[in-house]
C-alpha cells in the first residue's frame, strides 16, 4: 500500500506547483524525462507503404519457437544507414535517459529473421513497454499489422525496411487505450487521434444494444479501433422507467437478460450510472454485479454520490461500491473518481479501496486531469449544486463560452439545459489519485461537431504528459503511460482477445503506436474552445498503418483519412 504519498500530497502538491513555476524552469533539465529541453524540434513526413499482411501471415512469419533477437544499435548512437535506401524522416536527436541499459526485449509470438524486409521500421525512439518494464533507446520493426523485431545495442547488419521513421529524441509508445470514452461519431475520434488515442471505449455505456450498434460500425468505419460498455440506465428507459422510478424484481431480471445480450452481441463489460438515475437501487446494482462475476467483466460504475453533504456523501458511494464487489466477487471499475466518489475526500476514497484490494476484491478507478467537471444543468447532478459542493455561480461556465455565470444569467443557462463546466474537483484529488496504483486514466467524453463539450474530450492524454508529468512531476513518464495502455488493456482483456495484443511495445502485438515529443506535448483544448487539437503527437499507427504524421492536421483531413479502426468485441 502506498498510504504515505496519499497522506502527504496536498502539502506537496503546493510546495510543487510553486517550485515548478519558477522562471527558470524553462532552461532546467528534467529529470523524470531525463531530457534537455531543447528549441522546437523541425519534423518532416516521409511517404510510407500502406500494404497490410494478414494476422494469421504475421504470426507464422514470426514463428512461436526460441527467440534470437537481433541487435542493431548502441544506446543512445546515431542512426544506421537503412538498406533499399528507403524514404527516412529525421527528427533532431534529444538525450534520452531510459530506466535501462540492457533490457530484456519483451516478446509475445516471436521475432522476425532480421533479413526480412519490415514494412516499416522505427529507429532511435526511446522504447516504452509499460507492461513489462522495457524502457530503451530501441529500433521496432513493423511487418503488416505486428511488430515484428525490437533490436537494441549494435550489429553489424541493420534491418531492412521499405520506410523508416527516425525516431530520435521522441518516445515510442503504446497506442493509448481510452477507457471511459462513448460512442465515436464520425468527428471526435479524429481528436483524440491527434491525442495519441487508437482504441476509443465506450465504458461509459453505450445507448444502443450491441447486435446493432456493432451492425451500424463496421470494422474500416473509423481511423481508431472501438467497442464499449451495456448501458444500465438506456436500458431502464427502454423499460419504460423514469430516473426516479424504482424497478420490480421483474424490470430488473428484464434488464439482466438484455445486459446478458449484449455481452454475447459484443459488448466488454457493463456499465451503470445511480447518480444520474437516482432510483438505481442496490439490488439492481448487485444483479448487474452478478452477472459482470459470472462473465469475468468489469461492472463500470459513476457511483451515487458526488458531494460530502449527508445523507448520501462520496464515501458512502464508495462503500456501496465495495460492498458490491465483496458481495458479488466482480470486478467494480469506479469511473472518473475524481469528480464522483472521491471529490474532496480522495485520500479516504483510495485508502477504502486500497483496503478492499488488500482482502482480495477486485477494484479499480480512473481519473481525467482537470479541476472541473461538466454536465447538463438539469441533470440531478446540480440539485442543490451550491450548498452539496460549496460554489458559487462565478464557479461555473457554460461550454463554448468564456463567460463565468452569474446569479442573472444562470436562469437562461438552465431554460436551455446548457453543458456547464463546474470548478469543484481540488487540484490535490487529482494528484493523488494519479499517484495510485491502481488508477488509470480516462477521459469521460468526445467531442460532438457542435463543440459542446469539456476539453477533456480532445486534451486528456496530452494534458496528462504536459501538467502531471513534465511540469508537476507527480509521475514518472513509463507510470503515466502505463496508465493510458497496458493498465485500461489489462482490465479488459479476460473477455476481449483483441485486447490481449494491445497496449504494449513488443514483438508479436498490435502495431498501435504513439510516438510523441515528450517536450512538445501538450493539450490545446478549452471550455471556451474544446475544438483544438494537442500538439506534439508526431506519428500515430494503427494497425501498422500510418495515420498521423508531424506537422499534419488530421483533424483537418479526416475526409481524405484512413480508417483501419476494428471493433473490439467480447468472446462470449
Avoid at 461 to 488: C, G, N, W
Wanted: proline fraction near 5%.
Amino acid at each position: 500500500m502506498r498510504t504515505s504519498p496519499i497522506r502527504a500530497v496536498a502539502g506537496w502538491f503546493g510546495t510543487r506547483i510553486g517550485k515548478r513555476r519558477s522562471s527558470a524552469k524553462s532552461k532546467r533539465t528534467d529529470n523524470r524525462l531525463g531530457q534537455q529541453r531543447p528549441g522546437k524540434a523541425q519534423s518532416g513526413k516521409s511517404a510510407l507503404t500502406q500494404g497490410a499482411v494478414s494476422r494469421r501471415k504475421i504470426l507464422i512469419a514470426l514463428g512461436f519457437g526460441a527467440t534470437n533477437v537481433a541487435v542493431l544499435r548502441k544506446l543512445g548512437a546515431e542512426p544506421e544507414s537503412v538498406v533499399d535506401t528507403p524514404t527516412t524522416t529525421t527528427v533532431p536527436a534529444v538525450t534520452t535517459a531510459p530506466r535501462q541499459e540492457s533490457p530484456e526485449v519483451p516478446v509475445l509470438d516471436g521475432a522476425v529473421a532480421q533479413d526480412v524486409t519490415h514494412d516499416l521500421v522505427i529507429t532511435g525512439g526511446r522504447v516504452i513497454d509499460p507492461e513489462s518494464e522495457f524502457d530503451a533507446v530501441a529500433n521496432v520493426g513493423i511487418v503488416g499489422s505486428t511488430i515484428s523485431v525490437i533490436t537494441v545495442d549494435p550489429s553489424p547488419e541493420p534491418l531492412r525496411a521499405q520506410a523508416v521513421v527516425q525516431a530520435d529524441g521522441l518516445v515510442v509508445a503504446p497506442g493509448f487505450i481510452d477507457i471511459l470514452s462513448y460512442s465515436p461519431n464520425g468527428y471526435g475520434e479524429w481528436y483524440k487521434l491527434a491525442d495519441g488515442v487508437t482504441t476509443n471505449l465506450g465504458m461509459h455505456g453505450l445507448n444502443t444494444r450491441a447486435a446493432a450498434w456493432f451492425n451500424a460500425r463496421p470494422d474500416g468505419s473509423y481511423p481508431v479501433h472501438f467497442g464499449g460498455a451495456y448501458d444500465h440506465s438506456a436500458e431502464r428507459v427502454n423499460l419504460g422507467l423514469e430516473p426516479y422510478d424504482t424497478a420490480d424484481a421483474n424490470a430488473i431480471q428484464a434488464m439482466v437478460r438484455q445486459a446478458e445480450l449484449d455481452l454475447a452481441d459484443g459488448f466488454i463489460g457493463l456499465h451503470m450510472e445511480p447518480e444520474y438515475v437516482p432510483g438505481t437501487t442496490t439490488e439492481e446494482l448487485l444483479a448487474h454485479g452478478r452477472l459482470a462475476a459470472a462473465y469475468d467483466v468489469p461492472l463500470c460504475v459513476h457511483a451515487r454520490y458526488s458531494d460530502n453533504l449527508a445523507p448520501g456523501t462520496n464515501l458512502d458511494a464508495m462503500r456501496e461500491l465495495i460492498m458490491i464487489a465483496r458481495e458479488t466477487g466482480t470486478h467494480v471499475h469506479v469511473e472518473h473518481i475524481n469528480s464522483t466518489g472521491g471529490t474532496g475526500v480522495m485520500s479516504e476514497a483510495l485508502a477504502m479501496i486500497e483496503s478492499g484490494r488488500s482482502e482480495g476484491l477486485r477494484l479499480t478507478a480512473c481519473v481525467y486531469p482537470y479541476e472541473f467537471w461538466a454536465t447538463y444543468l438539469r441533470s440531478a447532478r446540480f440539485n442543490d449544486w451550491q450548498e452539496k459542493y460549496s460554489i458559487t455561480y462565478g464557479d461555473l461556465q457554460v461550454a463554448g463560452t468564456n463567460q463565468r455565470l452569474t446569479e442573472a444569467t444562470f436562469a437562461d443557462a438552465l431554460e436551455q439545459n446548457a453543458l456547464t463546466a463546474a470548478f469543484a474537483i481540488p487540484a490535490e484529488d487529482i494528484a493523488a489519485a494519479l499517484q495510485a496504483d491502481f488508477v488509470m486514466v480516462g477521459s469521460d467524453a468526445i467531442l460532438e461537431p457542435s463543440h459542446q463539450n469539456h476539453p477533456r474530450a480532445v486534451g486528456c492524454f496530452s494534458r496528462i504528459l504536459r501538467h502531471y508529468v513534465r511540469e508537476l512531476e507527480v509521475l514518472d513518464l513509463p507510470t503515466a503511460l502505463a496508465k493510458m495502455t497496458s493498465q485500461p488493456a489489462q482490465l479488459l482483456r479476460s473477455r476481449c482477445v483483441e485486447l490481449q495484443r494491445k497496449g504494449r511495445v513488443a514483438i508479436g502485438a498490435d502495431a498501435d503506436l504513439t510516438i510523441f515529443d515528450p517536450i512538445a506535448i501538450s493539450d490545446q483544448a478549452t471550455i471556451n474552445n474544446p475544438a483544438q487539437p494537442s500538439v506534439g503527437v508526431e506519428w500515430v499507427l494503427v494497425e501498422g498503418q500510418v495515420l498521423k504524421t508531424p506537422g499534419v492536421d488530421v483533424v483537418g483531413s479526416r475526409s481524405t483519412g484512413l480508417r483501419v479502426g476494428r471493433g473490439l468485441r467480447s468472446d462470449i
